[in-house]
Every structure is written in C-alpha cells, then in structure tokens.
C-alpha cells in the first residue's frame, strides 16, 4: 500500500511542478523574401520543435495568431552572415522585418542568432533522417526545419550561458 502511495506521488509531481514552472515559449524565425520557416519550444523552453512555414507576407498575422493560442517571451530570428561575419545581402529584408515586428509586438523581445549553415544541416538531417530525394527538395520543409536548428542552437548557447 506504502508503494502505491509512493508511486501516485511521484507520478502527480510533475505535474504539479509543470503546472507552476510552465514558462512562455521562444518561437525562432528563419526569415526569407518568400517563405519562412517558424518553431517553438516547448512550454519549458528543452526542445525546439517545427511550427510551420508561412509566406513571408503574412508571417506578422501568423505570429499573431499563435500568441493569441500559446504564450511566447521571446522571439529569436535568423542573423544571415556571410563567412567573414559580415552581414548577408538578405539582412536588409530581415532587418526590416524585425522593425515592422517590433513595431506590431512591443511588449515581445526580440534577438538575433547567427544563421549560417542552417540550411546546410537541414538537407543534412534530412538525409540522415531517410527522406526521399523528392521531399527533401520541398524548400518549406527545409526552411521549418532551419529554424528549429537555429532555435536548438540558440537554446543551447543560452544553456552554455548559464553554466558559466
């Protein structure tokens, strides 16, 4: 009886401590001029998953929407770099963006994270994931899953932060 006892116990705590700790999701965006790849965390903020692609148009109304459903503290962008870390012809178009985001969503923190190779590891996971060669050339499904890598990377980096 003792371990039935126990055992409900440990079962219902984490609930309990999920229900308490649940924080805000981050959302990462891996901008592009026509489509644009979106994740999320979890509700504590451990894994990154794919949340959609979206034209790159209606992206604003999209973000939107998710916040109205699900709660996001932070929002991490894509930083397109060329190899000498300066930035990419394509930071105009995401710097844009981010002004006409910030304007829309004030209240929302937005950062930068370092983009280069993303899309590089997405066709790679890709493949080590076993996808045919036809799905692996759907480039909305390559720019999903370069935002989560970018969102993983930035998870990790901030977990490295805190270690510190």
């Given at each position: 009886m003792l371990f039935v006892r126990i055992s409900i116990r440990l079962l219902i705590l984490p609930v309990f401590i999920c229900t308490f700790v649940?924080?805000?999701r981050i959302m990462a965006i891996d901008y592009g001029r026509k489509r644009t790849g979106v994740a999320v965390t979890d509700p504590l903020q451990l894994i990154a998953n794919g949340l959609a692609t979206v034209p790159s148009g209606e992206l604003v109304k999209f973000i939107q929407s998710y916040m109205a459903k699900?709660?996001?503290e932070?929002?991490?962008v894509g930083q397109p770099k060329q190899m000498n870390n300066e930035p990419s012809e394509n930071m105009?178009?995401?710097?844009a963006f981010v002004t006409h985001l910030k304007r829309t969503l004030p209240q929302i923190p937005i950062e930068y994270y370092d983009e280069r190779f993303t899309s590089v590891m997405a066709h790679q996971a890709m493949l080590d994931g076993?996808?045919?060669k036809k799905k692996r050339q759907e480039k909305a499904l390559?720019?999903?899953i370069s935002a989560v890598i970018i969102l993983q990377a930035y998870l990790e980096s901030k977990k490295y932060r805190l270690n510190l």
């Open positions: 649940a924080m805000a699900e709660p996001v932070l929002i991490v105009r178009y995401v710097q076993g996808l045919r390559v720019d999903e």
